[in-house]
């Protein structure tokens, strides 16, 4: 997403730039693309001292006269952790060289290619190049079908992400992996209201989790928060409640940076919820907490905020305080259309309703 940033100053200066986070992130270092808070640098650091954490462990083990079980259990990792090494510089590599042939500010080439452009570049480039490595190919598919999603292309995201999964099926040998494209279908089935695929995808995206995710790998809580989101546009509004205070309830019990940043999110997604239940004062403190967090976590500027925003004008609207609405509304939209685009699906909504709430506010007086 650093990468494909609508503001230029947001971007890797060059594909090198791009292909040095990448190498840090393989290595386990801090990356540019993320904020460098203590609490990442710490994280960060211990993951590149897990295999000798993990020697640790084993000289116990043989140390009690479990020798055979656990030079065996070494080796599969030892095993698992070198593909999965290749598969991430593959990876890298090849991300890498669909940026490297694009001038990310534009200013030096009027014909830079555009987000769209690059990612259907890219999807072809990788069906190409990666067809004896199917699970590079799922991964790199995963990842464009994701990005596709995340600007509103829902058209072009299905059919790489579908590609992905069944690149995952037939391999059999990376079920997170599965698990993520799952996810990712979920929430992409979810936005087009194909509301029974998407609970499909997601309670079989729970399944895997529960079965193959070690400490630190689950993605539990992200798998709740969709199909909370799917149960409220069903009409079952109080299990969402449920479900989605749950996933608020295990990101306020986790202490990293990254449950924080999800937290804006999970809580956005109670307060829509707890507006559909005309609960009002209770959505309105939970939208408050979700806007300030969006704007501490990502800043001001993010599409996130643009989204809280967007949900706390229905309160406003409630209440007939049209000036606030459109206050609301108004910063909503300049948001979105610097962080996203014009043409972002959002956008079709935010503007539509800023000209129905400009014609209240008018016909009202406040």
């Not at 001292?49 to 479990?66: E, K, N, S, W």
């Not at 999965?84 to 060289?97: I, K, M, V, Y």
């Not at 979920?186 to 609970?199: C, F, I, S």
């Not at 905020?305 to 209440?319: D, E, G, P, T």
């Amino acid at each position: 997403m650093k990468a494909l940033a609508k503001d230029p100053a947001r971007r890797y200066g060059a594909a090198e730039d791009l292909g040095a986070d990448l190498r840090r992130f393989q290595r386990g270092d801090p990356v540019v693309a993320r904020t460098p808070t203590v609490g990442y640098r710490a994280r960060r650091f211990v993951g590149r001292h897990r295999v000798g954490v993990a020697t640790t462990v084993l000289v116990t083990l043989l140390a009690i006269g479990a020798t055979a079980f656990y030079t065996s259990r070494l080796a599969a990792e030892r095993d698992r952790a070198e593909r999965s090494a290749t598969r991430a510089e593959r990876t890298a590599d090849f991300l890498e060289g669909i940026f490297a042939g694009s001038d990310p500010t534009g200013a030096s080439n009027p014909d830079s290619l555009s987000a769209r452009e690059l990612l259907d570049a890219g999807a072809a480039k990788a069906r190409a190049d990666l067809a004896q490595e199917p699970l590079v190919l799922a991964q790199m598919l995963g990842t464009i079908g994701r990005v596709y999603r995340a600007v509103g292309l829902y058209d072009a995201s299905e059919p790489a992400l579908r590609d992905a999964l069944g690149l995952f099926e037939a391999t059999g040998e990376d079920p997170l992996g599965h698990r993520d494209a799952l996810l990712e279908l979920a929430n992409l089935q979810y936005r087009k209201e194909a509301y029974p695929q998407a609970d499909r995808f997601a309670r079989e995206a729970l399944r895997l989790d529960s079965l193959y995710a070690r400490p630190g790998e689950s993605e539990r809580l992200a798998i709740l928060n969709t199909i909370g989101l799917i149960l409220s546009d069903t009409g079952e509004l109080e299990e969402a409640v449920r479900v989605i205070r749950e996933v608020i309830a295990g990101r306020r019990a986790d202490d990293s940076e990254e449950a924080r940043v999800d937290l804006g999110v999970n809580l956005n997604n109670l307060g829509l919820i707890l507006i559909d239940l005309e609960r009002f004062d209770e959505a309105e403190l939970i939208l408050d907490e979700a806007i300030a967090l969006c704007i501490e976590t990502r800043g001001a500027d993010h599409p996130y905020v643009a989204f809280a925003l967007n949900s706390r004008v229905a309160i406003h609207q409630h209440r007939r305080d049209f000036a606030r609405a459109v206050v609301d509304q108004e910063r909503s939209v300049a948001i979105g259309e610097t962080a996203l685009g014009r043409d972002h699906p959002f956008l079709t909504y935010a503007r539509a309703n800023l000209t129905d709430l400009l014609a209240m506010r008018d016909s009202v007086g406040r």
